[in-house]
């Protein structure tokens, strides 16, 4: 997490006071998240569409029926990328070999990159591995005489059209993906994100002033993971005050993975609930969803001979699969060497207009995610986080 916070991080959710709800899934400091039970969730659901014909961010959606799908096509991806440059990774295994010693000093410094406790830790020894392994790198994948367009080409292909033109190929066939999608849900017509609107002003001798809620006392978590092989995954959530006093509400992922073969994923939504009459009365006025929110994420992708890609994800709007996910930054090394990729930003979202459904309502927040995967003799990890200030569900005209 961002934020500091006081000492009582997470005593409210043992203690089960009106601190983060553990709902479908275990919310965790450290260790694998495990569900408590089977769940199913689809985009369609979601995305319910209202009485004005928008789409909207409420539902009625029972969360016994709700599921956050972890599984991932990335993981397909990475193993037809691990075919692709196979004939590559066993020509630099033959010129490895040659040079035991160096070959054996290469390995031990993949792995300490990957053993290493902090994000700093790892950079550090990335930086060190860059510096010494570079030369020795270089000159026998110029030996090897890779033909890098043909394969770059081919890794393309693996990945769906819309995003191949986004990869940006480093040394090695090294490379990174970034995708920053449009917000959804669009506002009525599709064409632009909607702005964000000021809630009406009430008077202060008006019977019936606009309301203007909070989410964040009421907000809870649903996690869920995805395990194949060889790794670990970890997912944690709190809300409480920073060091200033103003509340605010959290959560992170993290996955390690290595091969010969392991792959990881973790994922975290928000959610808000209350009743329509309850906490807003039942009438024409609308409701829409405001929220401001920090995100941020970390990734590391270490080959000594094979192909490691690591993942993380934000949306301010849950989606069903990761690719549907507003902004992702991805990285692989296919064959050998290091990548790392370090990000933190503020993000603002606010839905389209919605009218009131009667009964139990849930509303969306913001996500986050990561994912990692490794093939061969090599290591990926990444960690993803996402939290909230100010998330407020207001009335309107």
């Given at each position: 997490?961002k934020?500091?916070?006081?000492p009582?991080?997470?005593a409210a959710?043992?203690?089960?006071?009106?601190a983060c709800?553990?709902?479908?899934?275990?919310?965790e400091a450290?260790?694998?998240?495990?569900n408590?039970?089977?769940?199913?969730?689809s985009?369609?659901?979601?995305?319910?569409i209202?009485?004005?014909?928008?789409?909207?961010?409420f539902?009625?959606?029972s969360l016994?029926?709700m599921r956050i799908?972890?599984?991932s096509?990335?993981e397909a991806?990475?193993?037809?990328?691990s075919?692709i440059?196979?004939?590559v990774v066993a020509?630099?295994?033959?010129?490895?070999?040659a040079e035991?010693?160096?070959?054996?000093?290469y390995q031990?410094?993949?792995?300490a990159?990957?053993?290493?406790?902090t994000?700093?830790?790892?950079?550090?020894?990335?930086d060190y591995?860059?510096?010494?392994?570079y030369?020795?790198?270089?000159k026998?994948?110029?030996?090897?005489?890779?033909d890098?367009?043909?394969?770059?080409?081919?890794?393309?292909?693996v990945?769906?059209?819309?995003?191949?033109d986004?990869?940006?190929f480093?040394?090695?066939l090294?490379?990174?993906?970034?995708?920053?999608?449009?917000?959804?849900?669009?506002s009525?017509?599709?064409?632009?994100?909607?702005?964000?609107s000021?809630?009406?002003?009430?008077?202060?001798?008006?019977?019936?002033?606009?309301?203007?809620?909070?989410a964040?006392p009421?907000?809870?978590?649903?996690?869920d993971?995805?395990?194949?092989?060889?790794?670990?995954g970890s997912?944690?959530?709190?809300r409480?005050?920073?060091?200033?006093g103003?509340?605010?509400?959290?959560?992170d992922?993290?996955?390690?993975?290595?091969?010969?073969?392991?792959?990881?994923?973790e994922?975290?939504?928000?959610l808000?609930?209350?009743?329509?009459?309850?906490?807003f009365?039942?009438?024409?006025r609308?409701?829409q969803?405001?929220?401001?929110?920090d995100?941020?994420?970390t990734?590391?992708?270490?080959?000594?001979?094979g192909?490691?890609?690591?993942?993380?994800?934000?949306?301010?709007?849950?989606?069903?699969?990761?690719?549907?996910w507003?902004?992702?930054?991805t990285?692989?090394?296919?064959?050998?060497?290091v990548m790392?990729s370090?990000l933190?930003?503020?993000a603002?979202f606010?839905?389209?207009?919605?009218?009131?459904?009667?009964?139990?309502?849930?509303?969306f927040?913001?996500?986050?995610a990561?994912?990692?995967?490794?093939s061969?003799i090599?290591f990926?990890?990444?960690?993803?986080?996402?939290?909230?200030?100010?998330?407020?569900?207001?009335?309107?005209?």
């Amino acid at each position: 997490m961002k934020k500091i916070v006081y000492p009582l991080l997470f005593a409210a959710i043992v203690l089960g006071q009106t601190a983060c709800q553990k709902t479908a899934f275990k919310n965790e400091a450290a260790g694998s998240a495990g569900n408590e039970r089977s769940m199913a969730f689809s985009r369609k659901e979601l995305y319910k569409i209202d009485s004005t014909g928008s789409k909207t961010i409420f539902s009625n959606q029972s969360l016994d029926a709700m599921r956050i799908a972890a599984a991932s096509d990335q993981e397909a991806v990475v193993k037809k990328i691990s075919d692709i440059v196979a004939p590559v990774v066993a020509d630099l295994r033959k010129q490895m070999e040659a040079e035991p010693d160096i070959y054996k000093g290469y390995q031990v410094a993949i792995k300490a990159i990957a053993d290493a406790k902090t994000f700093d830790e790892k950079k550090s020894k990335a930086d060190y591995v860059s510096k010494a392994y570079y030369p020795f790198i270089k000159k026998i994948w110029e030996e090897a005489k890779v033909d890098e367009p043909y394969y770059q080409s081919k890794i393309r292909e693996v990945f769906p059209a819309s995003v191949r033109d986004m990869i940006r190929f480093d040394e090695f066939l090294r490379f990174q993906l970034i995708v920053q999608n449009p917000v959804q849900p669009y506002s009525p017509g599709g064409s632009s994100e909607p702005p964000v609107s000021t809630p009406p002003i009430s008077k202060p001798d008006d019977p019936n002033p606009f309301l203007c809620v909070s989410a964040i006392p009421t907000s809870f978590f649903l996690f869920d993971n995805y395990k194949s092989g060889i790794g670990t995954g970890s997912h944690r959530s709190d809300r409480n005050f920073t060091n200033t006093g103003s509340p605010y509400c959290g959560l992170d992922t993290k996955t390690d993975t290595q091969g010969p073969w392991g792959s990881r994923s973790e994922i975290g939504i928000t959610l808000d609930s209350f009743h329509i009459p309850g906490r807003f009365p039942l009438d024409s006025r609308r409701l829409q969803s405001t929220l401001v929110y920090d995100w941020g994420g970390t990734a590391y992708a270490t080959s000594v001979l094979g192909t490691s890609l690591a993942s993380y994800y934000e949306t301010p709007v849950f989606e069903d699969q990761l690719e549907h996910w507003r902004s992702s930054r991805t990285i692989c090394s296919p064959v050998t060497f290091v990548m790392f990729s370090m990000l933190n930003e503020d993000a603002t979202f606010t839905s389209p207009l919605s009218t009131k459904q009667a009964g139990k309502v849930l509303v969306f927040g913001y996500g986050a995610a990561n994912l990692s995967s490794a093939s061969g003799i090599a290591f990926a990890g990444a960690t993803s986080y996402a939290e909230t200030m100010n998330w407020k569900v207001c009335e309107m005209p």
